[in-house]
């Protein structure tokens, strides 16, 4: 089962594709929305995780949007550091907020390994 990771951080890029990866996935990580889109436009993959905020403030929206356009039905988690780093909540926490932004479920960063796990199990159904 292949599952393309998007974020600006070397770090968090790595630690999802290790978690993953010991939990059976395939992983394809990209730093930029321009390289990941390029790698869906030419491969399926089973699940999405991206970014909220890249380089842009807004990149990781919009990445959303367009991998909705290529794959409507695919599961997308967003993960972001911003709550953390501004001291606020700003983490969509209801169903209407996961479906403003286009995405099945919201993680906050640090992210812990077995909740990365557990939302990709169930998303994936596996």
Known sequence: MDILVLDDDVDVLESCRIILENAGYNVHTYSTSVEALKFLEANQVSLIITDLMMGEIDEGV???????????????????????????????????????????????????????????RKLTDR
């Open 62 to 120: 919009n990445f959303v949007r367009k991998a909705r356009q290529l794959y409507a039905e695919v599961p997308i988690i967003m993960i972001t550091g911003v709550s953390s780093k501004l001291g606020y909540d700003l983490a969509p926490v209801t169903e209407e907020d996961k479906k403003d932004l286009m995405v099945d479920e919201f993680i906050c960063k640090p992210i812990e390994p077995k909740r990365l796990v557990e939302v990709v």
